[in-house]
């Protein structure tokens, strides 16, 4: 398998990790992070936080489809969509693009790009009053 494809397996991975509310430590470097809108530059933890906080929003595992993928060198592209059920019976639908960049064979920073509007709109509905 050529370094591109296992790249691509890779972040496919990750991204189905992500929909059920994981990250997969075997899937990243020690010094991995993410940047997400609106929060910029996260580190492992502190997007961990941000992954438990909509998991207890969420009922059970949600799924993403991929829409389309694009690789070169030590970098991954991917359009997704996701659905998961809410505890107040509404299901979020977002639309992502990842840009994966790889080190070694594993994610070193995940970009997370996504309708931030609708998310905060979203979540406001559980701040409390």
């Excluded at 494809?5 to 010094?31: V, Y």
């Excluded at 993410?34 to 941000?50: D, T």
């Excluded at 993928?69 to 030590?74: F, G, K, N």
Aim: with cysteine; net charge negative; charged share 25%.
């Amino acid at each position: 398998m050529s370094t591109v494809e296992h790249n691509k397996k890779i972040a496919l991975q990750m991204i189905e990790q992500l929909a059920k509310g994981l990250i997969d430590e075997s899937l990243i470097t020690a010094d991995a992070y993410w940047w997400v809108p609106g929060r910029g530059v996260l580190s492992k933890a502190e997007f961990q936080q941000l992954i438990d906080a909509f998991a207890a929003l969420r009922r059970g595992a949600g799924r993403m489809t991929i829409h389309g993928i694009t690789a070169e060198h030590d970098r991954v592209a991917v359009e997704a969509e996701s659905f998961v059920e809410l505890i107040n019976g509404d299901t979020y639908n977002n639309t992502y693009h990842f840009l994966f960049e790889f080190e070694h064979g594993k994610i070193r920073c995940a970009k997370e790009y996504n309708d931030s509007k609708y998310a905060a709109d979203t979540f406001a509905a559980f701040a409390p009053r």
